[in-house]
């Protein structure tokens, strides 16, 4: 049996919500999915709490703009890792969509040079004193917080898998900060990438990479050694990281532009060498996207000579949907409506009376 009930919300997603319930007249069939939404709901909230908790823990919530990003990050994972017993793969998805978050703003805003040079060493050394190699109270933050989350992967890989995948996830975190690291310096000294150079550093700059690829470990099959060395992941990586980096860049380029960034649209348009308009860039990169979309999907759904088990692939499609909800209309985490439907899953539980009454009507 399937249920089909879509929460949807209106095409700006900040009105009231709508269920379209397919399959209306099977009354038995809407009971049960609202059961069950409403059991994974409440599953969720207690979830969200264990998160914020883990936020103050880690002291997470004296670093800027860490608190009000809290409720996206978990309703990513929500969205993502929808599955109830899935619980360490959705936290693991959370934690690590917040410590992206926070890493991100760090290298584009508030780190020192020295500070962002410092985190890195710190992940590359892993095991460190506190007051003498940390430069400064908010790199001892952020890296004991990314430290303490790839150590409970680890150990949870560490069961399922039954061998280490340290130095798979830390080099996953390295990969990133390093890129980021390059695009502050990139802005620092006002280097203008080639479009090449700019691809190739932002999408893994763009952080995808620790929230997606430890919870491989942690969604139930067994995966062989070095999986991320498989030429299959590496690409579907890749398509996944394109389509976010460039709805980030079509949605954001006005904003970044204001604030002295380079992004694909900007470059595009400085390297047409006034051959090309800023909406002729942004119809181009929205075609580029839609074909690495479709692309992806294509392999998620090939069976045949795949090397990667299928819930493993759904992942890097489940964060492109992800994506494609938070770049809809808006630019990511300024989308007002996203609060609204972020907040709705931990607040608004389904009543049945009332589809019972939508239903009755149709």
């Known amino acids: 049996m399937q249920s089909w009930i879509v929460y949807r ?3 700006q997603l900040n009105s009231t919500n ?3 319930c397919l399959n209306l007249a099977n009354k038995e069939f809407l009971k049960l999915a609202v059961e069950d939404f409403n059991i994974c709901q409440s599953i969720y909230i207690e979830e ?3 998160f914020e908790r883990w936020t103050v823990e880690r002291r997470l919530d004296k670093v800027k703009l860490a608190s009000r990003t ?6 990513s994972a929500a969205v993502a890792v929808p599955e109830p017993e899935l619980s360490d793969a959705r936290i693991s998805w959370a934690k690590n969509a917040l410590l992206t978050t926070v890493a991100d703003d760090f290298y584009d805003w508030w780190g020192s040079e020295e500070e962002m040079i410092n985190l890195i060493q710190l992940v590359e050394k892993w095991k460190i004193d506190a007051n003498i190699d940390c430069c400064s109270e908010s790199v001892e933050i952020i ?9 409970e992967i680890v150990e949870e890989a560490f069961k399922r898998q039954g061998h280490n995948v340290k130095s798979d996830v830390t080099d996953i975190w390295l990969d990133t900060i390093r890129t980021m690291c390059k695009e502050a310096e990139w802005s620092r000294t006002k280097y203008v990438p080639t479009m090449d150079e700019y691809r190739k550093n932002g999408y893994l700059s763009f952080a995808l990479g620790p929230i997606v690829l430890p919870p491989f470990f942690l969604v139930g099959p067994k995966l062989p050694k070095n999986i991320f060395q498989v030429p299959q992941v590496n690409y579907m990586f890749e398509l996944m990281n394109a389509c976010g980096r460039l709805l980030n860049d079509i949605r954001g380029f006005k904003r970044e532009a204001e604030q002295g960034k380079l992004n694909a649209v900007k470059l595009r348009v400085l390297q047409g060498g006034g051959d090309i308009t800023e909406e002729e860039t942004i ?12 692309e992806l999907l294509r392999l998620v759904l ?3 000579d795949s090397k990667i088990p299928r819930v493993c692939r759904e992942l890097f499609w489940r964060m492109t949907k992800v994506v494609h909800l938070f770049y809809l209309k808006d630019d990511g985490y300024t989308s007002v409506g996203l609060v609204d439907t972020a907040t709705a899953l931990f607040r608004e539980p389904i009543v049945l009376k009332e589809l019972l009454v939508e239903a009755d009507k149709n």
Do not use: G, H, V
Not at 70 to 75: D, H, L
Not at 143 to 151: E, L, N
Not at 289 to 294: A, G, L, N, Q, V
């Open 9 to 11: 919300k209106e095409e």
């Open 18 to 20: 709508q269920i379209i």
């Open 48 to 50: 969200y709490k264990q």
């Open 70 to 75: 809290t409720p996206y990050c978990y309703f």
């Open 143 to 151: 890296f004991s917080a990314i430290r303490d989350t790839i150590s």
């Open 283 to 294: 119809k181009e990169i929205e075609k580029f996207i839609d074909d690495k979309t479709r």
């Open 302 to 304: 090939q069976e045949k």
